[in-house]
């Protein structure tokens, strides 16, 4: 059974770099047929996709983050990782991280999420 | 780009009755890419619906998903008090570019 699990910090300053990763088992992100994927909820709010990596390290980007988004994979950890730059108040949200299927692009499962908060 | 318009936004219900959701989308949708999921305070969401009928491995036979074109339905037959959550509906769409809608809220009355 697959799990994803995110990681990294929940405090990130005005104008620095949001880094999460998200780490897979009981899968590899090296296998085909799947696009690992980042969506964030911000509080109370609706779910809006940031971007997906394929194991052959194609990525697709949401059009409004795609200037300051990067999704890169790391197959030896079995992990892939969010990068979002320039951060304001309005990146402060709930990080999940996802696996779609990639002819049909549903998702399932999500890791549990994390929630980075941007403040000085 | 496709919106997603789920309505209503906020559904009264109580145990064992039926519960009926909409999605509505700006442009005819191809139903494979369809998608509703289920999401409870604190918890990530769970894929509950896909190619908009097909229900996922371990969803009850009381969620049903139907429609076609611009109109897709989650229905619950019969709801149980763990029902009670926030309802997504989700399009994978060209480019490609991943659309949700706004969430129905399904509150116990």
């Known amino acids: 059974q697959v799990q994803l699990q995110e990681s990294g910090p929940g405090l990130v300053k005005p104008s620095q770099t949001l880094s999460l990763t998200c780490t897979v088992s009981?899968?590899?992100?090296?296998?085909?047929?799947?696009?690992w994927t980042w969506i964030r909820q911000h509080p109370g709010q609706g779910l809006e996709w940031i971007g997906h990596?394929?194991?052959?390290?194609?990525?697709h980007y949401n059009m409004s983050l795609k200037s300051r988004v990067t999704i890169s994979l790391d197959k030896s950890k079995n992990q892939f990782s969010l990068r979002l730059a320039s951060v304001t108040a309005a990146d402060t949200a709930i990080y999940y991280c996802?696996?779609?299927?990639?002819?049909?692009?549903?998702?399932?499962?999500w890791g549990q999420g994390t929630l980075v908060t941007v403040s000085s | 780009e496709i919106v997603l318009t789920q309505s209503p936004d906020t559904l009264s219900l109580s145990p064992g009755e039926r519960a009926t959701l909409s999605c509505r989308a700006s442009?005819?949708?191809?139903?494979?890419?369809l998608a509703w999921y289920q999401q409870k305070p604190g918890q990530a969401p769970r894929l509950l619906i896909y190619?908009?009928?097909s229900r996922a491995i371990g969803i009850p036979d009381r969620f049903r998903g139907s429609g076609s074109g611009t109109d897709f339905t989650l229905t619950i037959s019969r709801l149980e008090p763990e029902d009670f959550a926030v309802y997504y509906c989700?399009?994978?769409?060209?480019?490609?570019?991943?659309?949700f809608g706004q969430g129905t809220r399904l509150e116990i009355k």
């Open positions: 442009l005819s949708l191809t139903s494979t890419y």
């Open positions: 989700q399009h994978y769409g060209g480019t490609p570019q991943v659309t």
């Open positions: 190619s908009a009928s």
């Open positions: 009981g899968g590899s992100v090296n296998s085909g047929g799947y696009l």
């Open positions: 996802a696996r779609a299927v990639w002819t049909s692009g549903w998702f399932d499962p």
């Open positions: 990596i394929y194991y052959d390290g194609t990525t």
